[in-house]
């Protein structure tokens, strides 16, 4: 049956049986305002004639007649009984006698008689239809029983079957609903086929049956482009591991498995955090994952790793995966890839480049130095008298020995940064002897292009915790830069303060200044920016900033390009 019949007949059905049962409470309810009125009219007032009669009889008052006249009337016009009429014509007759005078005695007597007679008969009526009454008041109350147990029962079993009939279904459906939410597609509903439900629960069902057999397709499609990726990440040369935003391991390929040596059961699905704990590996990989902000923007430096019986080195790149999900407005962190690059091969070449460069620079050096020391005796007179030409050549040549010993020495010192073999010395000391020091090795090379220093330093300043000798050949570097970099009577600021656990050694010249794309290439080794004419190597700043960064400092630039540029060594306070 139809949800819409169905409510239409309940509601109907209730709505008749009110009327039935206004009907049948309305209909007694006026039977027995008959039976009382009847009794009222009919009897009680013959017993009120009566009893006036009565009263007029004993009364010894001129209008006494007058009074039983009245009543006498009344009663007339009242004969409701079977017998009533003739007690009461005789009555009259009686009264009639009596008024005329006869036999007095014997007529009030029976008048009397004939009133109670009259009294009698109405009482009697009285209680005959009171019993009446009470048999309508009984069969209302029978009727309305009946009629009210009825509408109960009928608005019960509404109240009981209606709501459930119509909740019941909508609840199944919203459960089947949640159901195919959470794609649980086999699910179906069965309701009555006559009613509106039977007809929603066939397109519900249809929905679910086109839902799955899409499912079931694309299923099919994705576990093949799982299978596709996984293959084509195990075939990588590289190790990769993926992981959730929660840092359990949700895939590793062989590669990865090797080096991180542990079997597949062992590390997938396992949080990373727990299998750092055993895994030096696995530790140093999401080292940067676990410091707050993801690690991003820092720079890590190879990893060395033993695998396979031999050292390898790796370069790490940690890329995060977001997605905004689907009705969604942010993006949402849904996990990590890491991914080692092999880069032993290039390390392998890099140890030889360094070696190689090494061993000529040392080699290179001594000869070079017997050359400036010959150079130092050639120009002592003692020797022999030089021609100005012999001389100028011999200006020239020291130049040249004095650049190429220059190379040579930070050929040497970038070897010995590659190699991780830098001898430091840390010690507390004065920033103002490391820069009285490198003021001292730039004085010439100032003078010949007229440059000033000019010098902020506080009168009392803390000591630094540095090594005196590097600090002072960054300090030096910086300088010549600043000369080599600045057009001729330029000045260059030279300004010492503290800061923090810092004291800065800033110097800053007005020369040409770098480009911003530039600027954070300058410390990378061999980098000089292009159409540089000066002669150089580019290395001068990448040594700083291992020397400076290897005793805990800092080097930083700030440039704007064209008015010049301002290089700030951020050194340790000495505790
Ligand atoms: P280089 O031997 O070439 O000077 P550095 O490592 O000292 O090597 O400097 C790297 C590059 O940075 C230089 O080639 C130059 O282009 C730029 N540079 C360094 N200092 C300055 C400066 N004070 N002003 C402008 N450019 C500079």
Known sequence: ????????????????????????????????????????????????????????????????????????????????????????????????????????????????????????????????????????????????????????????????????????????????????????????????????????????????????????????????????????????????????????????????????????????????????????????????????????????????????????????????????????????LIGHVIILRNITEYKELDFAKTNFIATVSHEFKTPISSIKMSLKLLENEKVGKLNDEQKNLLYSINDDVTRLLKITGELLDMTQVESGNIHLTILPTDSRDILDFALKATKTQAEQKYIKFSIDCPQSISKVQADQEKTTWVLTNLLSNGIRYSYDNATINIKISEADTFVNISVKDTGQGIAPQHKDKIFDRYYRVPGTKKEGTGLGLAISKEFIEAQGGQIMVESEFGAGSSFTLMLQKAT
């Open 1 to 332: 049956m139809k949800i819409k019949t169905k409510l239409t007949l309940g509601v109907g059905l209730l709505f008749i049986l009110i009327i039935l049962l206004s009907l049948v409470g309305a209909r007694y309810i006026n039977a027995l305002k008959n039976d009382t009125e009847n009794i009222l009219v009919a009897n009680y007032n013959t017993l009120e004639y009566c009893r006036n009669m009565l009263l007029a009889l004993e009364d010894s008052s001129a209008n006494a007649a007058k009074k039983f006249e009245i009543n006498l009337q009344n009663q007339e016009k009242n004969n409701t009984e079977i017998g009533e009429k003739e007690v009461t014509t005789e009555l009259r007759n009686r009264f009639n006698d009596y008024k005329i005078g006869k036999s007095e005695n014997h007529v009030l007597t029976t008048i009397r008689t004939q009133i109670f007679q009259l009294m009698n008969m109405n009482m009697q009526a009285i209680q005959r239809k009171s019993e009446v009454a009470k048999a309508t008041a009984d069969k209302a109350v029978l009727w309305i029983a009946i009629t009210g147990t009825l509408c109960f029962l009928i608005a019960f079993t509404l109240l009981v079957n209606l709501p459930s009939n119509i909740a019941n279904p909508i609840q199944e459906l919203t459960e089947s609903i949640e159901q195919i939410a959470s794609e649980n597609y086999a699910e179906r509903v069965h309701f009555e086929s006559h009613s509106e439900f039977g007809q929603l629960a066939k397109s519900f069902n249809i929905m679910a049956e086109k839902l799955e057999e899409y499912n079931n397709s694309s299923l099919a499609k994705l576990m093949m482009e799982k299978k596709r990726i996984e293959t084509l990440i195990n075939n990588m040369h590289d190790p990769v591991i993926g992981l959730d935003e929660n840092l359990k391991v949700i895939f590793a390929n062989e590669e990865a498995m090797k080096i991180v040596g542990v079997p597949k059961a062992e590390i997938v699905g396992r949080y990373s955090q727990d299998l750092s704990v055993k895994n030096d590996l696995v530790r140093t990989l999401i080292q940067d994952l676990m410091s707050p902000g993801n690690g991003v923007g820092t720079k890590t430096k190879p990893i060395k790793i033993y695998s396979d019986n031999k050292e390898g080195y790796f370069d790490k790149e940690t890329i995060h995966i977001s997605i905004t999900p689907t009705g969604e407005q942010t993006k949402k």
